[in-house]
């Protein structure tokens, strides 16, 4: 019995100074592009990933996108043609720990914290007033906002919040496997260290809905972004915004039912972390004047991926009523 737990300890630990030293898959001529569109923001020392995009309109507005986890403001690139075609300006970020940013391990991640981040850098950038468009990770970094704003705590004013497919309430939010798994301390990170690209591809399109047509490119660009800086290691650290969310369900559920600004959800359906229809059911029950979109069965947990379009036009119509 001795001999086997020997032998299996020597088996795990070359397997995983083997994956630990697998080197990061080469950036994507598109990936490449995307960081030479952006700049760096220190924020405490660590290197924040923005972009400051010029858009169509000279009226002043803004918009703050804000994506999802595990991937990076690359996630909008899709839709972000048509949405210059809606503000004067537009504004993306990588999170901390997420992208091209800085991916400290030695540090407890946030969603306070994610939000500060954004609040310095909208600042530094002269925003004082902005419209926001989140997903997924990015929807509880919005909600933070949101509850700032609500509260007169926050250093930036929100104009309108739009959110797309996140776990937003406990109540109907089923992370999963790998993601509970990597909450389990210790545990989690020494799954993580032996994740590859075949089980994060896995993990990740598996939250994609039928419609979405699976493209290998898209995948390894997902994975590459994950990779950068030494990426694999935080995610543990990361994962807590699922614990977060449940212990500050009053905090940030709550600035969704006190807010008088406008807000909105773009929904789609096939999302196995966020099913349907208890997700919209929930939503439409604990929202008051609840504004929803559901977009085709087809679209899963990634809708800005699967289905820009789709979420374009839902969008615009949003803010066409906000233009009534």
Request: aromatic content about 12%.
């Amino acid at each position: 019995m001795v001999y086997m737990w020997i032998v299996w300890i020597i088996i795990l630990t070359v397997v995983t100074v083997y994956y630990l030293n697998i080197p990061p898959p080469e950036l994507s001529p598109r990936l490449k592009a995307w960081y030479k569109k952006g700049s760096f923001f220190k924020y405490k020392g660590f290197d924040i990933f923005y972009i400051d995009e010029k858009g169509a309109l000279t009226d002043g507005s803004t918009l703050l996108l804000i994506h999802g986890f595990p991937t990076s403001s690359h996630d909008w690139s899709k839709m972000l043609p048509d949405l210059k075609k809606e503000y004067n300006r537009i504004i993306l970020t990588d999170m901390l720990g997420l992208g091209f940013s800085d991916k400290p391990k030695q540090h407890d991640y946030h969603m306070y914290e994610q939000a500060d981040i954004l609040e310095a850098i909208l600042e530094f950038l002269a925003v004082k007033d902005t419209h926001v468009l989140a997903h997924d990770i990015g929807d509880t970094v919005a909600l933070e906002l949101l509850h700032r704003h609500n509260t007169g705590s926050g250093k930036i004013k929100l104009n309108s919040l739009c959110l797309t497919n996140a776990g937003i309430f406990p109540e109907t939010n089923f992370p999963l496997l790998g993601q509970r798994l990597q909450l389990v301390p210790v545990l989690g990170e020494m799954i993580i260290q032996l994740s590859f690209y075949g089980l994060f591809k896995r993990g990740l399109s598996s939250t994609f809905g039928a419609a979405y047509k699976h493209r290998e490119e898209d995948m390894i660009d997902f994975y590459a972004a994950s990779r950068y800086k030494g990426g694999v290691a935080v995610k543990p650290k990361i994962m807590r915004f699922i614990t977060q969310r449940g212990e500050n369900k009053e905090r940030w559920v709550g600035a969704l039912q006190k807010t008088k600004i406008p807000v909105h959800m773009i929904y789609g359906p096939a999302d196995p972390i966020n099913p349907y229809p208890a997700f919209v059911d929930h939503y439409r029950k604990v929202v008051p004047n609840p504004s929803i979109d559901v977009l085709p069965s087809g679209i899963g947990h990634y809708p800005t991926w699967e289905d820009p379009n789709g979420v374009v036009a839902c969008y615009t119509k949003f803010l066409m009523k906000l233009k009534m």
